[in-house]
């Protein structure tokens, strides 16, 4: 109780240090009868400077100084300020007009809120993210000689904090593009959740009969390193030169910019945090390579398979939420198994460890809880926190304890892969269903055998 | 070259002084060293990013038009993701911040309150992100450099480039070493008047920097541009002086240049008049189908002609013709040179050819001709930046950046750059001053030469040692373990020669720790440790031996453990100690030192009995 009172007194005394400091600098101002915006100058340490006032969260003076620098200036250390003008506001941007070229394959750039296309108001140092088709073809005209282009903003969303509606919207918004007929859709994603999303819009597009590809960039796009032109131009490539048919993911081969790699949408995973190369596919190989110079493809995968007409389209896109994802480690305790039934989750995805063991402890007690859980109309599936390599219910006496249970193993699905599938299954079928088809391969989320030449975690 | 009247002439410069830290890197913390050594190479692409306007900086679009590729190279153990521009960058080095601060406070320079990191566009491939941070630490102050005082304006904190290795084809290498060392740069106000002035200035900022005893020695680690105007000129901005001297030759070279610059001004405007001055651009290899000037030969060759401008390019510009400046600026746009008419007959190329090309351009006798062996795209703009660089002779002088020259001169490089393109960093958090760093800062503020030479004299150094020490890096550890009790001889000898000795045989002096060096000294004070086994105490630390192992292997041999050794070697050497009596004495030295049982005893102990023992066998 104490300790809450102190808190809540440091808290007033914090509170009311940056009153007053923001009082004192809105008292600036005020006296000078300026705001932000302004173009001031005045003399620090003698020195003139002139610049525009931008936003303050601090006591200090916030200056867009006409070098180019920004700088905070103590309020009480400038001396002859005097207001210059007002700078004036972002003018529309310059845009290229834009021809249709009848010869040309349709593209359509469905936007999530990312900044593909984002230019740097230099004025006030924020970078303005645009999504409008001349936006677009403004900052990336080679599109132009690749496809007709079409954008569509489909909502603004931070990536880490998608939810089930938003995963809906987005296979809605390219149902309707197939719908209309384009060659290819093209979906701008933050990276975070970028796996996720990309297996979850494979299961919910059925027999999709074009290429959908998700492109995200791990480089800001306001500066002139960004691997986001690559990505989008050749994905844009691949829809215009291929009749792949599924969802698949774009982004940099390697750290080079010179391949950018089509993986499938159950098999990739964000790999690193930061490089540009951080997706990559889990216990398969990329379904092919684009050099970014030449603009070849190079097929790793059979051309011919994934080429391949399929059976009606459909949309299936309802999920359920309340699946779960957990991690076995030493310190694991059963009352976190315990949580689900008690929540009554209809699904739990568990990443055990090696090749699918969950911890037994004494008289099963651990195992037991898994059970209970399974016979409490939770359906269990069992993936491997190595990633690499295909679970097994038989090996070990203990590992056939847990399959005992009636939990899934998943052979050699990704854990979110199999997190997502699950949601989608108790969304669009039956628990019985379910049930059946989480374990079979349905969009190539499980190999058939498990290859020679995939692992290599570098 | 005639003394000039600088007063008279209104000359004003101004400096921009560029000087690597020996910190870490600004934000990464791999080592800051330089290596040739290459593991790896990384190619990339550039693309320029567009303003709030959907438009382009003219630069950055012509280097993305000529479709460069940058191969970046470099070692594992040097090189880390952030270089690469695959990871953001690391938190501020605390080291160099504090650096920039005590060489604000130096100057009287004031430093903002809030430090915000900034990025700078830059798409020539030297920085992998394509912008390079910086960050404006201070404002205004001043620098004395004797009779009078010249203000600062700026001094910013800035990360390094990538180091330039070779360019060929579109592809451009760099070393991602240099990329991220910390730069001060500060830049002075126009208030300097002479060229022996600005020479002051720049030693005055280089000893100022060196105080700190945290700035990188060696070529390249200082870089300087000068800022040169005359009255009815115009401000030219000289880039890459490495050496203080060449300042002074810069300065004058520029003030030759520009005043001939007026001077050509005058003759234009009375001798022609802005009339029609050019022509179209033609194409003139028909001129020199038979021709013996080897790169004309089969080449694609264009021209243009230059209404009555004979003569007029073989004017002089400073050391060079009026042609010269027309060439550097055609250079810019990738032909590799002109040739006019007023330097003709030459390289090759005979009278008659000369009358060909006038015939095909349609010259009467006051015209002139430029010619380029190029393609007609780089014809056509080279021949444009030609035509605009001679519309500006009318008006004087053009403002613009130039690039020294080894011996002084200049070559146009680019006009000047307006405000820089810059935006805020956003991976890092603002760097907040407070007053209480600055109090911090003030109380440990280094040492001025003149006080540090004083204080020198009273600790006894000689004179070599009180020269090499006052702005050597090591000053202020020197004083630090001083004042904590070391031996001022022995720890100036041993930072100022034994380390240099023993860099100059390949210890690797860089592992050894600086706290290390310190305890030795004071060990040294104490008597635990000999001074003359401090240089084998060196190369044990370097070799990783700790201080208690060598204070351990310090045994004190008593000297009648020594005496017997040395009647031994002296016995067993009998026949070279009759030979060469005190000659002898450095061999058996040699000997002596090799003997197991007496290592750690002290060297001057071991010659003064040696030498007894030698004088009795006398």
Not at chain 1, 177 to 182: A, C, D, P, R
Not at chain 2, 377 to 405: C, H, S
Not at chain 2, 526 to 534: A, E, F, G, R, V
């Amino acid at each position: 109780m104490n300790g809450l009172i102190h808190l809540e007194q440091l808290n007033k005394k914090v509170l009311l240090f940056v009153i007053c400091g923001i009082m004192e600098l809105k008292g600036f101002y005020k006296k000078n009868s300026l705001k932000e915006g302004d173009i001031i100058s005045l003399e620090y340490n003698k020195q003139k400077v002139k610049g525009v006032i931008i936003p303050s969260n601090t006591n200090t003076l916030m200056l867009k100084l006409d070098t180019g620098y920004n700088a905070g200036f103590e309020i009480s250390k400038v001396e002859n300020v005097k207001k210059e003008g007002e700078s004036k506001g972002v003018g529309k941007a310059k845009t290229i007009s834009i021809k249709k070229n009848p010869s040309l394959p349709t593209i359509a750039i469905l936007h999530t809120g990312g900044t593909i296309a984002s230019r740097v108001n230099y004025s006030t140092g924020g970078v303005i993210a645009g999504s409008n088709v001349d936006d677009l073809i403004t900052l990336f005209p080679e599109l132009m000689d690749i496809a007709n282009i079409e954008s569509v903003l489909i909502a603004n969303m931070m990536s880490e904090d998608m939810r089930a509606k938003d995963f809906q919207k987005i296979s809605n918004a390219v149902s309707e593009q197939i719908k209309k007929g384009v060659k290819g859709v093209i979906l701008g994603h933050g990276t975070d959740m970028l796996g996720y999303s990309a297996a979850v819009l494979s299961f919910a597009l059925q027999n999709c009969p074009i290429p959908v590809l998700v492109v995200g960039t791990q480089r800001s796009t306001d500066r002139g390193s960004s691997d986001g032109a690559m990505n989008l131009i050749s994905a844009a490539t691949f829809i215009s030169k291929t009749n792949f048919k599924g969802v698949g993911v774009c982004m940099h081969n390697s750290t080079n910019d010179d391949d950018c790699s089509i993986i499938n949408a159950t098999k990739v995973r964000k790999m690193h945090t930061s490089r540009r190369d951080a997706f990559k596919a889990i216990n398969d190989t990329p379904v092919a390579l684009i050099n970014y110079k030449t603009k070849e493809i190079k097929w790793i995968k059979d051309q011919v398979k994934m080429e391949k007409s399929t059976g009606k389209f459909k949309l299936l896109n309802k999920l359920e939420e309340k699946v779960g994802l957990i991690k076995m480690h030493p310190w694991i305790n059963q009352k976190e198994i315990e949580f689900y039934k008690k929540e009554k989750y209809k699904g739990l995805i568990i990443e055990a460890t090696g090749l699918g063991h969950t911890p037994i402890r004494e008289k099963d007690s651990f195992v037991k809880k898994i059970k209970e859980l399974v016979d409490s109309d939770c359906v269990v599936g069992i993936t491997s926190q190595c990633l690499y390599g295909r679970t097994n219910s038989t090996v070990y006496t203990n590992l056939r304890k847990v399959a005992e249970t009636g939990a899934i193993y998943l052979e050699d699905m990704l854990p979110e892969t199999a997190l997502m599938k699950l949601s989608w299954l108790l969304g669009n079928y039956s628990k019985k269903e379910a049930i059946e088809l989480l374990s079979k391969n349905l969009r190539g989320e499980i190999s058939p055998y498990t290859r020679t030449d995939v692992f290599n975690p570098e | 070259m005639t003394t000039l009247d600088y007063k008279t002439l209104g000359m004003k410069a101004g400096l921009e002084v560029h000087q690597q830290l020996n910190t870490g890197k600004l934000f990464i913390r791999t080592p800051s060293e330089l290596s040739d050594e290459i593991d790896f190479t990384i190619k990339r692409k550039l693309r320029p990013v567009a303003s709030e306007l959907g438009e382009y900086d003219k630069a950055a679009l012509d280097a993305f038009n000529r479709d460069e590729t940058f191969y970046y190279q470099g070692n594992i153990k040097n090189i880390s993701l952030v270089e690469t521009d695959e990871e953001p960058p690391q938190p501020l080095d605390k080291d160099a911040f504090k650096t920039i601060l005590e060489v604000s406070l130096l100057c009287n320079s004031l430093p903002v309150n809030q430090a915000v990191v900034m990025r700078k566009t830059v798409i020539d491939g030297s920085n992998t992100s394509a912008f390079q941070r910086t960050m404006l630490v201070s404002l205004g102050g001043e620098l004395d450099i004797g009779n009078k005082k010249i203000g600062v304006e700026t001094i910013a904190l800035e990360e390094d480039a990538a180091r330039p290795i070779k360019k060929e084809n579109g592809k451009v290498y760099y070393n991602l070493d240099r990329l991220g060392i910390p730069l001060i740069e500060l830049a002075t106000a126009p208030d300097i008047r002479t060229p022996e002035e600005a020479v002051l200035a720049a030693k005055k900022i280089g000893e100022m920097m060196r105080l700190t005893c945290k700035t990188k020695r060696g070529k390249g680690t200082i870089r300087q541009d000068v800022n040169v105007s005359i009255a009815k000129g115009a401000r030219c901005e000289i880039k890459g002086c490495q050496e203080l001297e060449l300042i002074k030759v810069v300065v004058e070279k520029e003030v030759e240049r520009q005043i001939d610059l007026l001077a050509l001004k005058e003759k234009l405007n009375k001798e022609i008049g802005k009339t029609n001055l050019f022509e179209d651009v033609k194409e003139v290899s028909a001129a020199f189908e038979n021709t013996g000037c080897k790169f004309m030969k089969n080449k694609q060759v264009f021209g243009m002609k230059l209404i009555n401008m004979k003569g007029f390019l073989g004017e002089k510009v400073g050391e060079k013709r009026f042609g010269s400046e027309l060439s550097a600026y055609a250079k810019s746009k990738g032909v590799s040179g002109i040739i006019h008419l007023d330097e003709l007959p030459n390289y090759g190329i005979s009278n008659i050819e000369v009358d060909k090309v006038k015939r095909i351009l349609e010259c009467s006798e006051n015209d002139n001709f430029v010619i380029s062996v190029t393609n007609k795209e780089k014809a056509l703009d080279a021949f444009i930046a030609i035509q605009n660089r001679i519309k500006a002779a009318f008006e004087g002088v053009p403002t613009e950046t130039r690039g020294a020259l080894e011996e002084g001169g200049s070559e146009y490089q680019r006009p000047l750059a307006g405000g820089a393109r810059m935006y805020p960093e956003t991976d890092l958090l603002n760097e907040e001053i407070t007053e209480a760093t600055l109090k911090e800062i003030k109380k440990g503020l280094p040492k001025s030469v003149g006080e540090r030479e004083k204080a020198y004299v009273k600790l006894g150094l000689n004179k070599n040692h009180i020269e090499e020490m006052k702005l050597n890096n090591y000053a202020r550890f020197f004083s630090e373990i001083v004042k904590n009790g070391a031996n001022p001889v022995v720890a100036a000898t041993l930072l100022l020669q034994t380390l240099t000795e023993l860099k100059r045989e390949n210890v690797s002096v860089n592992k050894i720790e600086m706290n290390d060096i310190e305890e030795l000294l004071l060990f040294e004070k104490k008597k635990k440790i000999n001074k003359n086994n401090l240089k084998n105490a060196l190369i044990d630390l370097s070799k990783g031996k700790t201080i208690d192992e060598i204070l351990d292997s310090q045994v004190s041999v008593d000297e009648g453990a020594i005496q017997k050794e040395v009647e031994r070697i002296v016995k067993a050497n009998g026949k070279l100690v009759k030979e060469k009596g005190m000659a002898s004495i450095g061999p058996l030295m040699g000997d002596l030192m090799k003997v197991e049982s007496l290592r750690g005893a002290d060297g001057k102990i071991l010659s003064e009995l040696l030498r007894k023992e030698i004088g009795k066998i006398k």
